[in-house]
């Protein structure tokens, strides 16, 4: 069976800090990972996927996050947080019937001046 | 990225009529569209797959005949909640993906907020 499970409801944190979001997933097979982020009343936008190849996957706004195999995550990170990154962020994984993806629970980001 | 539409972004009906939703991807071709339901402040939940030129595909405890899908071109998905209750208030996104394989970016839509009075 596929899940994604995102540990924290909740991350604070200051402007300018580092910042991570945390996913770790369970699938058969290789997984296929991605990373969204939903602003109010918003549909998804799609941010990074890790596909195959190097395990830390750059992505769209500064975004990036690390494939680990060992310990089944894909953490979402960002070396330097702004206040407009605040929003929902999903994590999502596509399972071996390809056609579905399975999202975790969701995260909110708050990003304080 | 590639850019999926929905219309109308929001409507709000009355107990008893019928809503249809409209998934348009707007420059690639998507033989697959998904629609997706959001409960406020929860993760999205997987209702049907849309199969172009076939029936859609509803994920365990959607009803079909509540939710109509038609995937009617390669463009176009519609969802239509018939005779709607206020407990099918909701948001609803579609999303769709031009490569068709399983590392496939999908991409959403900006969703429909329905509110059935």
């Known amino acids: 069976a596929q899940s994604v499970a995102q540990p924290e409801d909740q991350v604070n944190v200051a402007e300018g800090n580092p910042l991570t979001v945390k996913c770790t997933y369970s699938?058969?097979?290789?997984?296929?990972l991605f990373w969204y982020v939903q602003y109010p009343n918003r549909g998804l936008q799609f941010l990074l996927k890790?596909?195959?190849?190097?395990?830390l996957v750059k992505g769209s706004y500064g975004f990036e996050a690390e494939f680990n195999k060992s310990q089944t995550s894909f953490h979402l990170k960002k070396p330097s947080a702004l206040v407009s990154d605040s929003a929902l962020y999903f994590c999502?994984?596509?399972?071996?019937?390809?056609?579905?993806?399975?999202f975790g629970s969701g995260t909110k980001l708050n990003v304080k001046p | 990225g590639a850019v999926v539409s929905q219309h109308p972004s929001r409507v709000i009906c009355k107990s008893g009529t019928s809503v249809k939703i409209e998934c348009r991807s707007l420059?690639?071709?998507?033989?697959?569209m998904f629609w997706y339901r959001q409960f406020p402040k929860q993760s999205l939940m997987l209702m049907a797959t849309?199969?172009?030129?076939?029936?859609?595909?509803?994920e365990q405890g959607v009803e079909k005949d509540k939710f109509l899908i038609n995937h009617a071109s390669l463009t176009l998905s519609t969802l239509t909640v018939t005779s709607a209750h206020p407990e099918d208030s909701s948001f609803y996104i579609c999303?769709?993906?031009?490569?068709?394989?399983?590392?496939?970016?999908?991409?959403f839509g900006p969703g429909t907020r329905l509110t059935v009075l």
């Open positions: 849309s199969n172009e030129g076939s029936k859609a595909t509803y």
């Open positions: 890790y596909i195959t190849g190097d395990n």
């Open positions: 999502a994984v596509r399972g071996y019937n390809f056609n579905k993806f399975y």
């Open positions: 999303s769709a993906g031009s490569g068709g394989t399983h590392t496939d970016t999908q991409y």
């Open positions: 699938v058969s097979g290789n997984p296929y």
């Open positions: 420059d690639f071709q998507a033989t697959t």
